[in-house]
């Protein structure tokens, strides 16, 4: 379906025609006419598959073309600070030849930005795109105005909540008029999202865009290790492997950090980021990467959703990831406009079980390649033997 076919307002067209948009997603397809129509939405629809647009295009439609009215019209609450970003520069794009203005607001900036936020929230920026802690923060000190606010979207629900942002998110709908459009976007819909759903939704309408499988031009591959073996086996298949980016996940930023140490003493051209460093910081890492700049990045999950970097051609989980999707959208950093990609999954004995439930979802089996010989003995992948947490497993220590 094209994008003319809404019936969009030409100069929202103008912006996406500037920003090369030809085609809508299949969640663009389905979500955009119901938003349209002014109906509340519950949406399964993982990163990747263009669900920010799916909602801004519709959004910015309406602002256009309905009567204008004062204040803030509509906010966007994510999880994280580099989602804001990503999709205040979306909207920076789709809204280019439009007089519709935008704003991220989130934490760890510094006074200069805190201020910029102040007076853009004060006069009534039309949307708001926020994480839920220092939007709070705002609206205690009294100069928000949510009166003639219309559309409420939640974006990546579930990592919200997981991220024990629940409480929040009901202080801040608490400064909204009720009569609004809320629109929840979610990549997985676990009972918590259903219940949700059911406070905040009005009759909504349900969407659900099956979860994707990787590209077929990722190879997909995994070892099979004890847990004292991965970073040595990590600083191993850096030293060989004939990559120009690549990303490194791990579970905690403890082993962020850890590994980071590791390899810099290697001299090896690496960068971490992680929760820890201040935003500043974290744009700089991703900016020297995007650049070419740095070679490595070893990153917590803040760096599989929600950050646009095209050209990454090897991605590394030290951990496995909580479930398949969060699998997809790490490896999805990689293989992407096209390009091919190479993923290595490393894989403890206590791991065995989580991973087998992701192969399960991908519908096949990872090659599991050899370890080299000179890390010793290493567990048989025998996953039914091994649920997490089995007291019967046990870690045994790399051995050099």
Do not use: W
Request: aromatic share 8%.
């Amino acid at each position: 379906m094209n994008f003319t076919e809404f019936g969009f307002d030409q100069r929202l067209l103008d912006g996406i025609d500037a920003i090369n948009y030809t085609t809508a997603t299949p969640v663009q397809e389905k979500v955009i006419p119901i938003i349209l129509q002014g109906k509340d939405i519950i949406a399964s629809a993982q990163t990747g598959t263009g669900k920010t647009a799916a909602f801004l295009l519709p959004v910015i439609n309406r602002l256009l073309t309905e009567p204008e009215t004062p204040g803030i019209k509509a906010i966007v609450i994510v999880p994280t600070r580099e989602l804001a970003v990503q999709i205040e520069q979306n909207m920076e794009g789709l809204s280019y030849f439009t007089p519709i203005s935008a704003i991220a607001v989130y934490g760890g900036g510094d006074g200069t930005s805190f201020t910029t936020e102040k007076q853009a929230l004060s006069k009534g920026t039309e949307l708001v795109i926020c994480t839920p802690g220092r939007m709070i923060t705002h609206l205690n000190m009294g100069y928000v105005n949510l009166d003639n606010l219309e559309y409420l979207i939640l974006d990546e629900a579930d990592r919200m909540l997981d991220m024990g942002f629940n409480e929040d998110i009901m202080k801040i709908m608490s400064f909204m008029p009720k009569k609004r459009q809320t629109l929840l976007f979610s990549a997985t819909m676990p009972p918590k999202i259903r219940d949700l759903a059911r406070k905040i939704l009005n009759d909504p309408e349900e969407v659900n865009i099956a979860i994707s499988k990787p590209p077929a031009k990722i190879s997909q591959n995994a070892f099979v290790v004890y847990e004292g073996q991965k970073a040595p086996l990590v600083k191993h298949l850096l030293s060989k492997v004939q990559f120009t980016s690549i990303v490194v996940f791990c579970g905690t930023k403890q082993k962020v950090k850890s590994l980071t140490q590791l390899l810099l003493k290697a001299r090896m051209p690496v960068a971490e980021i992680h929760s820890d460093l201040e935003q500043s910081e974290r744009e700089k890492v991703v900016a020297d990467f995007k650049a070419k700049r740095t070679k490595i990045i070893i990153a917590t999950d803040i760096l599989s959703r929600g950050i646009d970097i095209d050209g990454i051609d090897l991605v590394i989980n030290f951990d496995v990831p909580h479930d398949g999707e969060d699998y997809i959208h790490r490896i999805g950093r990689t293989a992407r406009a096209e390009t091919s990609g190479t993923a290595y999954t490393l894989i403890s004995e206590s791991e065995q079980y989580k991973f087998a439930v992701i192969e399960k979802l991908l519908g096949s089996a990872v090659n599991k390649l050899p370890v080299p010989e000179e890390f010793g003995a290493v567990p048989a992948y025998n996953p039914s033997a091994r649920r997490e947490g089995d007291k019967k497993n046990f870690r045994r220590p790399f051995k050099k």
